[in-house]
């Protein structure tokens, strides 16, 4: 298959990123990254209180499935990643609290992420790892409510 579907996906992403650089505490780091202030410390080894604070979102296309009566669907969604340093200082709660407010940054910007109740507090993949926990979003302009028609809340 030689679909190339990085012309629709990158002016998607710019457009998300375009509409978050309009906050204060967000700043391009490079093409599909952004550096954010967030209230968390998020980077707990940060040498001042600033850097414990920032992160950095990651956007990038990723292909999310689901099955409807005519069989299966495949469509690419925006995946909005954010990682979290030393994670096991901040526990669960605290990813719940970061993902409650990145639902909010995201839903300021104009774009709800996608909804589902098997996710991760409602609306994220939680990755574990040795030293950091990613937790990653979806957002698709195409689906402004934030889940597709076949999905129920």
């Avoid at 669960?92 to 995201?106: D, N, P, T």
Wanted: aromatic residues 12%.
């Amino acid at each position: 298959m030689k679909t190339n579907i990085a012309e629709t996906t990158d002016k998607e992403i710019y457009g998300i990123i375009d509409n978050l650089l309009k906050k204060e505490n967000y700043t391009r780091e490079d093409e599909m990254c952004i550096k954010v202030e967030t209230p968390f410390n998020v980077n707990p080894d940060g040498n001042t209180e600033e850097r414990k604070k920032r992160g950095f979102l990651v956007l990038y296309p990723e292909l999310l499935s689901y099955h409807s009566k005519e069989g299966w669907v495949t469509i690419p969604w925006i995946c909005a990643k954010i990682d979290i340093q030393e994670h096991e200082s901040i526990g669960e709660s605290g990813h719940r609290q970061i993902v409650k407010w990145f639902v909010e940054e995201l839903t300021n910007a104009g774009y709800t992420p996608f909804h589902d109740e098997d996710a991760f507090a409602g609306y994220a993949t939680r990755i574990k790892g040795k030293y950091e926990t990613t937790l990653k979003m979806y957002i698709n302009p195409s689906f402004p409510e934030g889940y597709w028609s076949n999905h129920t809340l």
